[in-house]
């Protein structure tokens, strides 16, 4: 992007920053998100090409490392890039309070829900050898209807295509309610209590599904208004 023309250190950064989707970038990247593929699971409206180019330019810049093994590439954040982290999330905080979304078609994507929901699920909470989740968005086609999401050894895989394995958990809500869930406009319990999501099948999964489930990092953050 063109220069501001002044030494003002917020000029600088918003030389280096100002740039669109580049904040979100830096969020993939900060939640773990190293490899391409990645990236574009948390930003799907991004294209190939102007995430190749954000990246680039994130580099020149010194706030990413790229890292290549054989034909395996990594990009992590340098130490500047880390010290971005916190005023990224305090822009998060900040837009949740004061221009929360209020979760209209535009801002909705069942694919970025279910990838949000896997980052923040607590993998560690399973103990059985497999446990897989059937995730059912009962207003979307049913090309988008269905997600599975396989914890298995602390790791949590998503799944466009049913993965065969026997389903112990089904959640079926429509898009919004389990994205409002998600961000904390409301609470699954809450969500279950007036049968705006049915879960079925594992008992003691229902019952503790609220000490699993995961929510966002502003999930907790009230609005102004």
């Known amino acids: 992007m063109r220069g501001y023309g002044q030494f003002c250190?917020?000029?600088?950064a918003s030389e280096v920053l100002g740039?669109?989707?580049?904040?979100?970038?830096?969020?993939?990247l900060s939640l773990g998100s190293d490899s391409f593929n990645d990236l574009r699971k948390g930003l799907p409206l991004m294209s190939p090409s102007l995430l190749s180019s954000r990246l680039k330019?994130?580099?020149?810049a010194g706030i990413v490392q790229r890292q290549s093994r054989g034909s395996h590439v990594r990009y992590l954040l340098t130490k500047a890039g880390d010290e971005l982290?916190?005023?990224?999330?305090?822009?998060?905080?900040w837009g949740h309070r004061w221009v929360r979304s209020d979760l209209s078609s535009a801002d909705l994507d069942p694919g970025l829900l279910v990838w949000d929901i896997h980052r923040t699920l607590k993998a560690d909470f399973f103990t059985a050898e497999r446990t897989v989740i059937r995730i059912e968005f009962t207003d979307m086609a049913s090309s988008k209807r269905f997600w599975w999401l396989v914890i298995r050894d602390g790791d949590v895989?998503?799944?466009l295509k049913d993965p065969g394995f026997d389903v112990d958990l089904t959640i079926s809500s429509d898009l919004k309610t389990l994205t409002a869930v998600w961000i904390g406009d409301t609470t699954i319990l809450k969500a279950m209590r007036e049968n705006q999501v049915q879960v079925a099948g594992s008992p003691n999964l229902r019952k503790t599904i609220s000490g699993w489930l995961g929510t966002s990092h502003f999930a907790d953050v009230k609005a102004a208004r």
């Open 157 to 159: 895989d998503v799944c």
């Open 19 to 28: 740039e669109r989707w580049t904040h979100l970038v830096i969020r993939e």
């Open 57 to 60: 330019s994130l580099e020149e």
């Open 85 to 93: 982290v916190p005023i990224i999330l305090q822009l998060g905080t």
């Open 9 to 12: 250190p917020i000029a600088k």
